[in-house]
């Protein structure tokens, strides 16, 4: 016996109902399984902050992408080594600006144990060496090439260095490689660290605007290369049997007599990270800083005195496009 119409359109509403049902399940079951890769969110994300400004942007960038995410972020004061021991046993969850010239073993022992992941580029171009304000060409004739310094090292020299120069190195907690290089390529300097990012701009600007004697540790991006005119000493390229090979080099009986290998910039995390914010992880593993947009964010807070909260919040309203795709990349 054929269908009447009224059956007919009976049958029809409820086929159409059975598939609004059938959709409106699939969708709460793809709810749910979205909810379930963003992990715990009920746990904050630590992020390390270490002790430059440069590394503070990156950071908090990523903490406010997080955020968009659905996620919370604490922000966690960290010594730049003493951060991997912390890494390792998850109290603090990523970093985001691990710098591989000066950070030593360290971190390589960190990822060789299994309890620190590399997240991969952390996007911007980096340099690394020993640095002057051009006046200072004018003190000690031959440089930029670094074996002029022998002779006129004694101009560089303070009272806790004497008859040696003074070279101002690094903070102690971002290593030696100041020191290194003096003694792999025997200049008569001494080096003193210095206490502080600020410490280090302090010396420069003092240097600037005194027309003193200075040679520093320095890396770039920094806004402090686009205030003044600076140039890097040259050194003997960088290859990998300088840091292995006595033999290599000027120097037959040691290692360092080299510029600093070209320094690659990344980032990383707790190993339970992925398992734990899953989205999250894959989050931080796009984020991306330029080096133009992360020396325009040192200028506003370093010289112009913005707070880091309120730079951030502004660059993150004008590249919606830009974080919205790392976003994008955690579901």
């Known amino acids: 016996m054929g269908l009447s119409t009224f059956d007919t359109q009976r049958e029809e509403e409820d086929t159409s109902m059975f598939k609004k049902l059938i959709t409106a399940a699939a969708c709460s079951f793809s709810m749910v399984a979205g909810a379930a890769d963003m992990g715990a969110v009920d746990e904050p994300i630590k992020l390390a902050i270490n002790e430059w400004t440069g590394q503070h942007i990156s950071t908090h960038i990523a903490g406010e992408t997080l955020k968009k995410a659905g996620y919370t972020v604490e922000y966690v004061t960290a010594g730049y080594e ?19 010239s000066n ?29 002057y304000p051009v006046h200072v060409k004018e003190m000690c ?49 001494k080096a003193v660290p210095a206490g502080s990012e600020g410490a280090l701009i302090s010396e420069l600007k003092a240097s600037v605007a005194r027309k003193t004697p200075l040679l520093m540790v320095f890396w770039q991006p920094h806004w402090a290369l686009s205030e003044f005119e600076t140039e890097w000493l040259e050194l003997p390229a960088a290859e990998d049997e300088c840091f292995s090979d006595p033999a290599w080099g000027v120097n037959p009986n040691g290692t360092s007599d ?43 807070i370093d010289q112009e005195g913005g707070n880091i909260e309120t730079v951030i919040a502004e660059w993150m309203d004008a590249n919606e496009s830009v974080w919205s795709e790392w976003v994008s990349a955690g579901q």
Request: net charge negative.
């Open 258 to 300: 080299c510029d600093f290998p070209a320094s690659r910039v990344f980032k990383a995390a707790w190993a339970g990270m992925g398992d734990k914010w899953p989205a999250a992880a894959e989050v931080l593993k796009a984020v991306s800083i330029s080096t133009g947009d992360q020396q325009t964010l040192m200028a506003a």
């Open 103 to 131: 950070i030593g073993d360290i971190v390589v022992k960190a990822m060789d144990s299994g309890k620190v992941v590399d997240l991969g580029e952390n996007g911007i171009e980096a340099r690394e060496g020993l640095l």
């Open 141 to 189: 004739p031959g440089l930029p090439a670094w074996d002029a310094l022998e002779a006129c090292a004694a101009k560089f020299a303070t009272a806790e260095t004497l008859p040696q120069g003074r070279l101002i190195d690094y903070p102690a907690d971002w290593g030696t490689p100041g020191a290194d290089r003096l003694t792999g390529l025997g200049i008569p300097f």
């Open 82 to 100: 003493p951060q991997f021991t912390a890494l390792s046993d998850g109290e603090i969850h990523a970093t985001m600006e691990i710098w591989s």
